[in-house]
């Protein structure tokens, strides 16, 4: 096993167990918190920076271009749908852009393009 893969099996696992504590500390609350989210982000975006750091730095571009195009891909489709159809998709209620996508769901997608990218790697595309 390369340290490619190796380093995409702790990515995801890390996430994931990431997740799964920010479950743990605010499954009680029904409302937004700055400090549940920053729970949930703080796991995957520190995955990313030791990635970046030790493996290579062109992860970093990954993760940028995959927060650029994923909030453009959310916003474009959430137009899209209500043009079409005349209802939202979706409702974003804090940071909202135009209703359409949100500013905290940024580097979520930035997140899932390193997370789809490591798990290509670990499949082998």
Known sequence: ???????????TAFCLVGFYL???YGRKTKKFR???YIAIMIW???SIAFLAV???YKI??????????GTCFEYLFGLVYEKT???KLWKYDRLAISGYTSWLSIPIWGVAGVV????GRIIGL
Do not use: T
């Not at 096993?1 to 990515?11: C, D, H």
């Open 44 to 46: 995957p975006l520190l």
């Open 116 to 119: 789809f990218w490591s798990l």
């Open 60 to 69: 970093f571009y990954l993760f940028v271009v995959s927060m650029v195009a």
């Open 22 to 24: 920010a479950y743990l």
């Open 34 to 36: 700055w400090s549940e």
């Open 1 to 11: 096993m390369n340290i490619i893969n190796f380093l995409g099996y702790f990515l």
């Open 54 to 56: 030790y493996v290579n």
């Open 85 to 87: 159809l005349n209802k």
